[in-house]
Nanobody
Framework: VQLQASGGGLVQPGGSLRLSCAAS????????IGWFRQAPGKEREGVSC?????????YIVDSVKGRFTISRDNAKNTEYLQMNSLRPEDTAVYYC?????????????????WGQGTQVTVSS
């Protein structure tokens, strides 16, 4: 079981990035995927949660509503976090994670598997 987050980088305020969370060893469509971020000196923050297509529950933190959207490409076994209108306060290391319990709803009891982080820096 593996999750690999990618797509981070340096972007100017107002810009966009699309992060990818590629799953291997399990079928992503059946499971909860959560996105988290951690800025320097701050606690980790939950950004979003998307459950299986059968359950359909989702969550996105208020601070990114209207700017970030989540999608899945089941053929690629990948979830995407599209981030628009980025702000300096979005700067953080972003992680994806799963509880690896099929059919869970958002939020799950515990995220058991984490991908490595990808750095997002929003700066002019």
């Amino acid at each position: 079981v593996q999750l690999q987050a990618s797509g981070g980088g340096l972007v100017q305020p107002g810009g966009s990035l699309r992060l990818s969370c590629a799953a291997s060893g399990f079928t992503l469509d059946y499971y909860v995927i959560g996105w988290f971020r951690q800025a320097p000196g701050k606690e980790r923050e939950g950004v979003s949660c998307t459950s299986s297509s059968l359950d359909g529950s989702t969550y996105i933190v208020d601070s990114v509503k209207g700017r970030f959207t989540i999608s899945r490409d089941n053929a690629k076994n990948t979830e995407y976090l599209q981030m628009n209108s980025l702000r300096p306060e979005d700067t953080a290391v972003y992680y994806c994670a799963t509880d690896l319990r099929p059919g869970s709803s958002c939020p799950p009891g515990k995220y058991e598997f984490w991908g490595q982080g990808t750095q997002v820096t929003v700066s002019s």
